[in-house]
C-alpha cells in the first residue's frame, strides 16, 4: 500500500465521516434551522473529500475533469437550495423559534405575555 | 481498498439510516425535504466510493446526474413549500 493510497484511504473515510455527521444532525440537532445548517456543510466538504480521494486513487485527466464538474455544481447549488429551505421555513413560519427570533425579545416559555406563542412573526 | 469500503460504507449507512427516521418522523415538510437532500448527498458519496473501490469511471455520470437532481428536487420542493401559507 502506497503513500497515495493512505492518503486517498483517509480522504474517503473523512468524507464518509462528514455524511454520517450529516445524517446524525439532521435526526438530532432540535429545530429546522439547525438541521439545515447542518446538512448543508458536507455536502459540500463531504463531496470535496470524496473527489479528492477518488482523484488521487484514479488519477487520470479525464476523471480529474469529470470529478472537478462535480465539485464546481456543488459549490454552486448547495448554497441556494439551503437558502431556499431556509427562507421556505422562514415564511412558513411552522418551525420553533430559533435562536436568533428569541433574542429579539420573545424569552422565557411562550404564552405568558406575548400573544404570538413565541412564533417567528410576519410582517 | 476493502477495509476501507467497509468503514466507510457503514459510516454512509449510519447516516443514511439516521437521515431516514428524520425523513419519516420530520415534524414539518421542510424537515423530509432536508433530510432527503442529505440522503442525495449519502448517495452520491456510495457512488463515488463505489467508484475508488472498483477502480471504474463508469459510474461518475451517475453521480453529477443524482447531485444536480438533488438540488432541482429541493430548490423545487422549498419554492413549492413557501407558497403553501397556513
Do not use: C, W
Not at chain 1, 462528514?18 to 448543508?40: C, E, K, N, Q, Y
Not at chain 2, 459510516?11 to 432527503?36: S, T, Y
Amino acid at each position: 500500500m502506497s503513500a497515495a493510497d493512505v492518503i486517498a484511504s483517509v480522504a474517503l473515510i473523512a468524507g464518509a465521516a462528514m455524511s454520517l455527521a450529516a445524517g446524525i444532525a439532521v435526526l438530532r440537532f432540535p429545530d429546522t434551522a439547525s438541521r439545515i445548517h447542518a446538512a448543508t456543510k458536507p455536502q459540500v466538504l463531504g463531496v470535496v473529500l470524496l473527489m479528492i480521494g477518488l482523484g488521487i486513487r484514479l488519477g487520470t485527466v479525464a476523471v480529474i475533469g469529470e470529478l472537478v464538474l462535480i465539485v464546481v455544481l456543488q459549490f454552486l447549488t448547495a448554497p441556494v437550495s439551503a437558502h431556499l429551505a431556509v427562507r421556505a421555513a422562514h415564511r412558513r413560519a411552522d418551525a420553533p423559534p430559533t435562536a436568533a427570533a428569541t433574542e429579539q425579545g420573545g424569552d422565557g416559555p411562550p404564552g405568558d405575555d406575548d400573544p404570538s406563542g413565541g412564533r417567528i412573526q410576519r410582517q | 481498498m476493502t477495509v476501507v469500503a467497509i468503514i466507510a460504507g457503514s459510516m454512509f449507512g449510519l447516516g443514511a439510516l439516521a437521515a431516514a427516521v428524520r425523513l419519516v418522523r420530520g415534524p414539518g415538510p421542510i424537515d423530509r425535504a432536508v433530510a432527503l437532500d442529505v440522503l442525495l448527498a449519502v448517495l452520491v458519496g456510495v457512488i463515488v466510493l463505489l467508484a475508488a473501490v472498483y477502480a471504474s469511471t463508469v459510474t461518475l455520470v451517475i453521480a453529477v446526474v443524482v447531485s444536480l437532481l438533488g438540488f432541482i428536487g429541493s430548490a423545487g420542493l422549498a419554492m413549492l413549500l413557501q407558497r403553501e401559507r397556513r
